[in-house]
Each structure stands twice: as C-alpha cells, then as structure tokens.
C-alpha cells in the first residue's frame, strides 16, 4: 500500500488553474528576466494587497535563494542576521547565508519566535562591550510567519519587533515561505497591510502555496530597493523565463486564491488537531497553523507510520517522540479522515 504523505506542504505539484494558465500562455513570447506584463500584472495585484503602491516586488524561485539574496542584500561585511535558534536560516539552509560572509546570530527560543525585548538586549550587548569591533555586528532581523514550529506573530509583537529594529538601526526582514497557513489561521490578526508597513522587507511564498515554485519579494525600505535585480542576477535568481514566476502569482491573487488555498489546509489541519486531543497526546507547541507538533507513544508511531509519513523531530523521553504532521492546499478530505481515523484507534 502507497503511504499517505503528511510530512511537508510542498509535496503535491501546483494548483490546476495555475497549471491552466502555463499551458494557455505556453507559445506566447514575452520579455525575459521579470520584464513581462505577468510579471507585472502579478506584482500590481500585491501592492494592492497590501495597500501600498510603493512597494517594489520581485519574484524568485525558492525560499533558501530568497533569504540569502535579501540578507546579503541587507548587510555589510561586518554584519550578521539574528534570529530564533530554530530559524530556517540557522537549521534548515546548509549554511547558505555564511556563504555568502554573514554569521547567523541565533537566540534562544521555546516556541520559534524571538521578542522585542530578545532583540533589544541582543543589539545592547553588542553596542555596550568593550570588544565590540571584535565582534559580529547585527545588522538584521530575521522571523519566520509562520515559524518552523507553525507558531505565528500577533500584529502587536511584530509591531514591537519594527520599533526597536529602527531604534537600533537594523533591517527587520520576514520570511513568508508559509505565510498564507498564518493568515489563514483562526487565531491571526496579522494582514498584508501590516506586515508591509511593519518590514523592511518580506516575501509571500508560493512554493508552499499552490505554485509549483515561487516566492515573490516585497521590498518597502528604500537603501533595499536600490539595485537589488543585480543581486538577483549575481545570486544566480534572475529566471531567464521570469514570467513563469510571474504569471503564477498573478493567478495567486485573482479572485483571493492564495487565500482560499491556505484556508483548506487550516481547515483540515483542525480535524487532526481534534483527533489529536481526543487521544490526550500533548504538544510540542501549541499553534493553529497547518504544522502540528504531537508528542505520540513510539508504540503509535510504529503504527502510524505503516501508512502515513510525518516528519520525526525529536525524542522527547524513552517512550515518546515529538513528530510533525503537515497539511497543504491540496490535502485531501478522505487522507486527512484516514489518518484522523488511525491516530483514535491506535
């Protein structure tokens, strides 16, 4: 029996109208590199979005080309990007951003998020020790919304959060690989609208979302603006055949599909969440996204894993593990009843 796959969000292809579209525009010749009118019509649609007609828009292929063509962008010599301990930047991306000369600067978290107040005494530190010029400079904030724990930042914290970057003098940059699953989530009060005004910087993934690949950078901070498609290019981003990129984000945003899209993978994730607390397991973290963290009986798992696929965290005692079961767009109703079937007989 084919097991059931609930370990990531990006394993289906991309959504049918998306693929539509390719194949009705597939003979059509248009400028390359971004410079076409999907492009354009795309990135239009985002700052409307997001209520700001200033807002430069780019769209690259993944999020670990995105984030580490934003951060170099960002940054000096000198300087390094801070974020959680568990940021995708400092766990998941092989070391992509000191590639490129930048130490990542991890802070301690329980839940995938960093505070104001993390950042404050971070940057403080730095400013008030005698070896200062020894030392990595931060030059750049780096959060994740939803986190690597499928947590989210309520508009209050990311407020915060920009305050005291532009106290310090540091670019504030969000990475929204899922950030469709966070503004779907019944207990968000983040918008597009705020995130634009609260960020320097940002980027709406569409890998993740419904598009076979994807991320369209939002830039509102001015010193960011200024060439960055030739760090795009130097980074190896600039997509010969850019309206492909462009022409998928238009769809995106017709109609409030990017939306619609990550609403159903809320709404199932919400199924497993209710079979979960049925059976009383605990959480990693507790969140409301489309990543659910249960610590589950290894007895369970065994089980569970005869049918389905999740993705292991880590041990949490002799007995139990803590492991990730991930909703998409393209979940489907009858693989979400099974497994929710499964998890209350086991």
């Not at 990006?10 to 059509?28: D, K, W």
């Not at 492009?39 to 670990?64: P, Y």
């Not at 998941?92 to 993390?118: F, M, N, Q």
């Not at 079979?275 to 659910?292: C, H, S």
Request: charged share 25%; with cysteine.
């Amino acid at each position: 029996m084919e097991k059931i796959l609930f370990q990531c969000d990006y394993n289906e292809g991309a959504h049918p109208s998306i693929l539509r579209r390719l194949a009705e525009t597939n003979l059509e010749q248009t400028p390359g590199y971004g410079e076409d009118v999907y492009c354009a019509q795309a990135a239009e649609k985002i700052r409307l979005s997001c209520g700001d007609d200033s807002l430069a828009v780019h769209f690259l292929v993944g999020g670990t080309q995105t984030n580490l063509t934003v951060i170099d962008a960002a940054l000096r010599p000198h300087q390094g990007v801070l974020c959680a301990e568990t940021g995708h930047i400092n766990v998941h991306e092989t070391g992509a951003v000191e590639a490129c000369g930048h130490k990542v600067l991890g802070l301690p978290s329980r839940d995938g998020k960093i505070t104001a107040e993390d950042i404050r005494k971070a940057c403080e530190s730095h400013r008030d020790s005698d070896s200062f010029e020894h030392m990595v400079q931060p030059g750049m904030v780096y959060l994740s919304n939803p986190t690597e724990l499928g947590t989210i930042y309520s508009a209050k914290e990311l407020q915060k959060i920009y305050e005291v970057c532009s106290e310090y003098g540091v670019y504030l940059f969000l990475d929204g690989a899922r950030l469709g699953y966070g503004l779907a989530a019944p207990d968000n009060d983040l918008t597009l609208p705020l995130i634009a005004r609260y960020t320097d910087v940002f980027y709406i993934g569409g890998t993740k979302v419904g598009a076979l690949f994807g991320e369209a950078v939002v830039i509102r901070n001015e010193a960011l603006k200024k060439d960055f498609r030739y760090l795009i290019k130097q980074k190896g981003g600039m997509l010969a055949k850019g309206r492909l990129l462009g022409l998928q984000f238009d769809q995106l945003f017709t109609d409030g599909l990017y939306l619609e899209l990550s609403s159903h993978a809320i709404r199932l994730a919400e199924r497993i969440r209710e079979a979960i607390d049925e059976k009383g397991w605990p959480y990693l973290v507790e969140n409301r996204t489309n990543q659910i963290f249960p610590i589950v009986p290894d007895e369970a798992l065994e089980k569970l894993g005869e049918r389905f696929c999740y993705s292991y965290d880590h041990r949490v005692d002799e007995t139990h593990s803590a492991v990730r079961f991930c909703t998409s767009w393209a979940a489907r109703e009858e693989n979400v009843e099974a497994l929710c079937a499964a998890i209350r007989e086991v």
